[in-house]
């Protein structure tokens, strides 16, 4: 069994969906997990979908770690400054970061999005940008110095993609591919520090949005939140780690590698674009 009793994690945006899944199986892991996001009850949170970050939180103390929730708004810069003092404080380092945050699904049933590029809102490019990539960036500044003193620490950016595929919207497209090349730039300022940077893509997640907006029939191949979370747990407990340092890698294909299933003993194909 995976073991990280001794390593502290942040996974931002871990209210629900993804985010949620990775710090349960850090969780389970034994590890420290802090949980960011807006959510503090599930009377606040992001369109009705549920989750908070207290109830992550309990669910990694719960698991065998030590969940502890901060209130972030990752497009805030303070209040991204005032998570990374609080660790500081606390922990005096950091091992695992997950820059998960994600803001380009927001008000996902307002528009229709199999209309041209040119014709979508451009205020969903700031949901992407801002409340994506560069928090993205923001997050992985102010977590560095947290590693550097040991030597060591991991960086993973979650995203989506296939082998160069076209993702199906322009905006989302950009923001991807933009998250996978900080992964790769990262890689090659942090590898004398002995730092890993590196992005996950999960495939079709049933998150609770997924799962409002999805029939059974696309859903049938689909993965459970924890499913990306076993794929951090094996990269952040895999000595040689740093060889992937650069790179992008599907759910699918570390399962395969690593040898870990979903919950329910499946292993989901990698995802495909078309």
């Keep these: 069994m995976a073991d990280l009793r001794s390593r502290i994690a942040l996974v931002t945006g871990a209210s629900r969906g993804i985010g949620r899944g990775i710090a349960h199986e850090l969780g389970i892991a034994g590890a420290t997990v802090y949980i960011s996001g807006r959510s503090v009850s599930d009377d606040e949170t992001t369109e009705q979908l549920g989750g908070n970050v207290h109830g992550t939180a309990a669910l990694v103390t719960e698991s065998g770690g030590t969940g502890i929730a901060v209130r972030c708004d990752h497009t805030n810069d303070s209040e991204v400054e005032g998570l990374f003092e609080r660790i500081q404080n606390e922990q005096g380092k950091l091992d695992i970061l997950v820059n998960n945050v994600w803001g380009g699904y927001e008000r996902f049933g307002d528009h229709d999005f199999s209309m041209p590029f040119w014709k979508q809102p451009m205020s969903r490019w700031s949901l992407m940008f801002d409340a994506g990539v560069r928090a993205h960036y923001v997050a992985s500044c102010l977590a ?3 590693m550097i003193p040991q030597g060591s620490g991991l ?3 979650i995203s ?3 082998n160069g595929k076209y993702r199906g919207w322009v905006m989302y497209d950009a923001a991807k591919e933009a998250v996978d090349r900080m992964a790769f730039a990262l890689a090659q300022e942090l590898q004398s520090h002995g730092i890993t940077a590196l992005a996950l893509y999960p495939g079709l997640t049933r998150t609770e949005r997924v ?3 999805s029939t059974p029939e696309e859903l049938a191949s689909s993965e459970s939140p924890r499913y990306a979370g076993r794929a951090v747990v094996s990269l952040a407990t895999d000595r040689d780690v740093m060889r992937r340092s650069g790179n992008a890698y599907k759910t699918g294909e570390l ?4 040898g870990f299933t979903d919950i329910d ?3 989901p194909p990698p995802f495909t674009f078309g």
């Design 160 to 162: 989506a993609g296939d």
């Design 265 to 267: 003993g499946r292993q």
């Design 155 to 157: 960086i993973v950016n």
């Design 211 to 213: 799962m409002r907006y």
């Design 144 to 146: 560095v110095p947290l």
């Design 255 to 258: 399962a395969r590698e690593y």
